[in-house]
Every structure is written in structure tokens, then in C-alpha cells.
Nanobody, 123 residues
Framework: QVQLVESGGGLVQAGGSLRLSCAAS????????MAWFRQAPEKEREFVAG???????YYADSVKGRFTISRDNAKNTVYLQMNSLKPEDTAVYYC?????????????????WGQGTQVTVSS
């Protein structure tokens, strides 16, 4: 079992920055691809960014150039640095772990999920 705990969400003005963290326990993340998803009210959950164990990264077009995903394998932690935030980035952000090498944009392929952290961007 892998337990994931997100932190770092909050309220920020448009144009501001936040850094989300996802701390894992129970098992090393060395065999897992990691990703961030988000879900806004009355919208479907969507892929935001993903990272392989090797450090190869993937981004949704809507966040490319503004968000950066990274991982510290020694600390078993994944981060999402979010810059130039927009009101449309407002959502609950979830960290997810998928056994294996590949990042998927489909949430159904992930084995473990955190409880989520709220990000609210005011205009």
C-alpha cells in the first residue's frame, strides 16, 4: 500500500504562485509513475502533469510553460510548482501513483490517490 498526502494548496491572486507537495509513505516510489490531476466544481477530473521515475515529464496543454512537476526520490515526494496562476486553475488537486514506468493521462490507470488539496485563484 502507498499512502499519499498532498499539501500546499491555498488561496492566491491571479498571477501568483503555489507549490504543491505530495508525500508518499508505505512504499518507495521507485517503481511508480506519479501524476497530478485536478477537479473543478461540476467538471470532470483532468490530468495536469506527470513524471516518470527517470524524471521525464508530461503536461496538459493548459498548464504547459506555467507548471513544473518534479520528484525527490530520496524523500519519496513529488512537487507541482504552479506559476502565473489563473482563475481557471481553481480546483482540488490530487496526487496519484501508478505502478510501472509509464505516465497516463487517464485517472483509471492509477493505483493510489491522495485526499486532495484545494487551490483557489482569485481574479
Amino acid at each position: 500500500q502507498v499512502q499519499l498526502v498532498e499539501s500546499g494548496g491555498g488561496l492566491v491572486q491571479a498571477g501568483g504562485s503555489l507549490r504543491l507537495s505530495c508525500a508518499a509513505s508505505g512504499r518507495t516510489l521507485s517503481n511508480y509513475a506519479m501524476a497530478w490531476f485536478r477537479q473543478a466544481p461540476e467538471k470532470e477530473r483532468e490530468f495536469v502533469a506527470g513524471i516518470r521515475w527517470s524524471g521525464i515529464t508530461y503536461y496538459a496543454d493548459s498548464v504547459k510553460g506555467r507548471f513544473t512537476i518534479s520528484r525527490d526520490n530520496a524523500k519519496n515526494t513529488v512537487y507541482l510548482q504552479m506559476n502565473s496562476l489563473k482563475p481557471e486553475d481553481t480546483a482540488v488537486y490530487y496526487c496519484a501513483a501508478r505502478a510501472g514506468v509509464d505516465v497516463s493521462t487517464k485517472g483509471g490507470y492509477y493505483n493510489y490517490w491522495g485526499q486532495g488539496t484545494q487551490v483557489t485563484v482569485s481574479s
